[in-house]
């Protein structure tokens, strides 16, 4: 990741998809993570970022996909730009232009591509190049998934104590196993209730302490699953996981219930596809409606047209296995 100079750059990360659900902080502030998380790039779903400090103090301005953002995009990336203006002892303010390249309001989360696009944008432009556990850690701050979208491939976030300890890593490269997230789009509504808000919730349930403590379990498990390229134990894993973390979700107070009806019969059918048509195909849902499929890329045409039966009301994004952050070549803003 070499740096930029003269105060610009242009950066790009990708959406991850997690097997391993991160939900609920030990450290709000800090977003250290209740328990590690494990997930895979998407190579096709991505945020690219320019910024520039503009070298003198003052408001910050934010525009994505070509338009000025809502106060409400602009105050958190200014609050993040405020860790990174602290951390190098700086005051400019930035022109932040960013673009994703996934439609807007599928309830595709696009805070860890962002945060991520953002962090290396934001410290290549001062011509820092940090190292790799560094941004991640970094980014984490903006956006926990998104500690998880600096690192290449597989890539697992260990939760640790404190934030140089919080930080993701590879666990292996995206050529490894040609896995295909195809994404079962069930609702464009926005999430009532976003992610930042649902961690301050997980703690009322009183599953949580339950879904944390047998984490490390279904860690190590996945990560076995996924070195071994062994589908039937990755699916069994990955499917229990997203269920523990929903239902963490719907026993909060007040309770989070994320899925539409279309979403269940498209998490039941997938269970049936697997069990009755030996079809290769899991699923996992993050905080909304939508359900990502899980399959090998040599099932993904098959998935696609179960789907497509299933359901006209179905629009279907895909994504295989996907790089880290980089750091582009400069445009201006
Ligand atoms: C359900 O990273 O979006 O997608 O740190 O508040 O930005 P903030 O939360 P975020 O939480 C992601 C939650 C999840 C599961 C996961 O990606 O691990």
Redesign the pocket.
């Known amino acids: 990741m070499s740096p930029s100079s003269n105060n610009i750059a242009r950066a790009r990360a990708h959406s991850?998809i997690?097997f391993i659900?991160?939900?609920g902080n030990r450290d709000h502030s800090l977003?250290l993570p209740a328990n590690s998380?494990l997930?895979m790039n998407l190579k096709d779903l991505h945020t690219t970022t320019t910024l520039e400090w503009l070298g003198a103090a003052g408001a910050d301005f934010l525009e994505i996909n070509g338009a000025p953002a809502d106060p409400g995009a602009l105050d958190r990336v200014s609050a993040h730009l405020d860790v990174i203006r602290r951390r190098f002892g700086m005051q400019s303010a930035a022109r932040v232009s960013s673009t994703n390249n996934f439609p807007m309001g599928t309830g595709i989360?696009s805070?860890?591509s962002a945060f991520a696009a953002l962090s290396l944008a934001a410290t290549s432009a001062l011509g820092v190049d940090l190292r790799e556990r560094e941004l991640s850690a970094l980014a984490r701050l903006g956006?926990?998934?998104?500690a998880r979208s600096i690192p290449s491939g597989f890539v697992e976030w260990r939760a640790g104590d404190a934030h140089e300890t919080s930080y993701a890593e590879t666990f292996v490269q995206a050529n490894h196993w040609d896995l295909v997230d195809v994404i079962a789009v069930v609702s464009r509504r926005h999430k009532h209730i976003?992610?930042?808000a649902g961690?301050l919730e997980a703690d009322s349930s009183v599953l949580q302490s339950a879904r944390v403590a047998s984490v490390e379990g279904r860690l190590s498990a996945v990560k076995a699953a996924i070195a071994s390229r062994d589908f039937e134990a990755f699916a069994d894993i990955v499917e229990e996981d997203s269920n523990l973390?929903h239902a963490v979700m719907m026993t909060s107070k007040p309770p989070l219930f994320y899925w539409d009806p279309l979403s269940l019969r498209v998490m039941q059918a997938v269970r049936n596809w697997r069990a009755a048509d030996g079809l290769r195909v899991c699923y996992t849902l993050?905080?909304g409606p939508n359900v990502h499929c899980i399959c090998e890329a040599g099932d993904a045409a098959a998935v696609k047209a179960n789907l497509r039966d299933l359901s006209a009301d179905v629009e279907i994004l895909q994504s295989s296995a996907g790089p880290g952050a980089c750091v582009l070549p400069r445009v201006s803003v």
Do not use: V
Request: charged share 15%; net charge positive; glycine share 10%.
């Open positions: 991850n997690a659900k991160y939900w977003r998380s997930s989360a805070s860890a956006s926990g998934s998104a976003g992610s930042s961690h973390m993050d905080a």
